[in-house]
């Protein structure tokens, strides 16, 4: 029983929600659209009257007449079928239509009562066996239709406004349709057709409101899938946007790959052209000039050192001459700070008769270090800055000077 009573509940809410959400939407939807979802934008609604017929149209808060013609009672029933099929015809122009019946509102017996709230499922049901209870009538006696008036959770009930009519009045007026012609397939109160927003109570067996509510159900499953349908767009949108700008980056990128790769070519080109045109002078910067080497050679030698050859090819020093001193020559030249790999070229000889003896000696210059990045604008290789020998001796004599 709790169980039941928390399904109910559940139930109550969820109607409520539905109702509450329709109620706000159909405020934004127009009056046109509105009236087609609820059927009534092609329903024409005959009122039948002792001399003659009235066709209406639903309109927002009224019911507009659109023709009227009389029937004489003299004139013959194919007469009057044919009369109402033409004008009938010029009225819905060959569109799809539907016709009720605007039954007398001083018919009918309007009553509110109230039931339970779980008997909300079967409520025809449960009102078909309520009516010999509520009314004076038997349920084969009468058509009737209903509206939940309210809905009362805390009470558990619901409050129900209940219409019933004779079945011998519904029944004559649709017998006078069909001998118009007219196949009528709802019968309604003029009254209630005035209430905006809703669809009218129907008195026919044939098309009670539980029937409407499952004819509507096919439109609310295709109103459903468009709805899904639109939600799957709005989702899917902005991925496939984002898709497409990154399509076009990735194009964006893939140009600026092969800009910088043909920059990063221009710019090892231009390396290879600045290298292979600086060689020559980077070279030559790199070594000491000759006329260094000279002068560092007259202060390096010893006083008893005569030079008669000096050869600078590249980098090789070639020194020849004579000498009283030989066993100083090589460590003199390991020590200068600007020679390196000193050696003989050729092994000492003895001048005869004197102390001196011959010598051949090759070396290699030193490389001068880079100039500063701050002073190197500044400093000129033609005039390197060359380490102090360690111990200078004087000026060694030309070989034209010697006694």
Request: net charge positive; aromatic share 6%.
């Amino acid at each position: 029983m709790e169980n039941k009573a928390a399904s109910s509940r559940r139930h109550f809410w969820l109607r409520s929600l539905y109702a509450w959400w329709t109620q706000e939407l159909a405020a934004l939807v127009p009056a046109a659209a509105r009236a087609w979802y609820l059927g009534q934008g092609n329903t024409l609604f005959v009122r039948l009257g002792e001399d003659g017929i009235q066709f209406l149209r639903r309109e927002p808060a009224s019911l507009r007449e659109i023709a009227q013609h009389p029937l004489p009672a003299e004139l013959p029933p194919p007469d009057r079928k044919n009369q109402v099929a033409r004008l009938l015809a010029e009225l819905v122009a060959g569109k799809t239509h539907q016709l009720a019946l605007c039954l007398p509102a001083d018919k009918v017996l309007r009553k509110q009562i109230r039931l339970p709230l779980a008997v909300e499922e079967n409520l025809r049901q449960t009102l078909t066996f309520e009516l010999d209870r509520q009314t004076p009538f038997r349920p084969e006696q009468v058509y009737f239709d209903y509206r939940i008036a309210d809905r009362l959770p805390a009470a558990q009930q619901l409050l129900v406004q209940l219409v019933v009519i004779p079945r011998e009045i519904v029944e004559r007026h649709v017998r006078q349709a069909a001998e118009l012609g007219l196949p009528v397939g709802a019968a309604v109160l003029a009254d209630d057709l005035l209430e905006e927003g809703r669809p009218p109570m129907n008195f026919l067996p044939a098309l009670t409101s539980h029937e409407r509510s499952r004819q509507r159900l096919w439109t609310n499953l295709a109103f459903l899938a468009l709805t899904l349908t639109l939600l799957a767009g709005a989702l899917a949108l902005p991925l496939w946007q984002k898709r497409a700008t990154a399509i076009q980056l990735n194009a964006k990128m893939e140009e600026a790959r092969q800009a910088s790769r043909r920059t990063e070519a221009l710019r090892d080109r231009l390396d290879a052209l600045v290298a292979e045109y600086n060689f020559t002078a980077s070279q030559k910067a790199a070594q000491l000039p000759t006329f260094t080497l000279v002068n560092q050679l007259s202060r390096l030698l010893p006083d008893d050192t005569w030079v008669s050859q000096f050869d600078v090819t590249g980098n090789e020093v070639q020194i020849q001459g004579e000498t009283g001193s030989s066993s100083k020559l090589m460590e003199l030249a390991e020590n200068s700070g600007f020679l390196r790999e000193a050696g003989y070229k050729s092994p000492l000889t003895q001048i005869p008769g004197t102390t001196l003896e011959r010598f051949h000696i090759a070396a290699k210059s030193k490389p001068l270090p880079p100039p500063d990045n701050a002073a190197g604008a500044a400093a000129s290789p033609a005039s390197p800055t060359v380490a102090s020998p360690t111990a200078p001796p004087a000026a060694a004599p030309s070989a034209a000077q010697r006694p």
